[in-house]
Nanobody, 122 residues
Framework: QVQLVESGGGLVQAGGSLTLSCAAS????????MAWYRQAPGKQRELVAS???????NYADSVKGRFTISRGNAKNTMYLQMNSLKPEDTAVYYC????????????????WGQGTQVTVSS
């Protein structure tokens, strides 16, 4: 079984910074793309940022220039550096990884973290 564990959320004032981390563990053969999503109260889950296996990144317009997604030196880890935070960034943030297992190396499955709350006060 594969598990994704997130950390780094919390309460911060507008203009502040936070870094979210996500680490995968378990029966992993290969990790392909990684992404961060968020869901604010009463809203649908939305893509915040993604990074391919080759390091290509993509960002939602609302976070461009403020957030940075990266893959860690340990291949199962990922980060989201969030700067110049705004109250509208308040949401539960979820990490997502596309992972193949030794039992099915040609198939990519999506795994999700449990979510971490980010609250930005004005």
């Amino acid at each position: 079984q594969v598990q994704l564990v997130e950390s780094g959320g919390g309460l911060v004032q507008a203009g502040g910074s936070l870094t979210l981390s996500c680490a995968a563990s378990g029966s992993i053969f290969r990790i392909d793309a990684m992404a961060w999503y968020r869901q604010a109260p009463g809203k649908q889950r939305e893509l915040v940022a993604s990074i391919s296996s080759r390091g290509s990144t993509n960002y939602a317009d609302s976070v461009k220039g403020r957030f940075t997604i990266s893959r860690g030196n340990a291949k199962n880890t990922m980060y989201l550096q969030m700067n110049s935070l705004k109250p509208e960034d308040t949401a539960v943030y979820y990490c997502n990884q596309q992972i193949s297992t030794p039992q099915a190396i040609g198939v990519l499955y999506e795994f999700w973290g449990q979510g971490t709350q980010v609250t930005v006060s004005s």
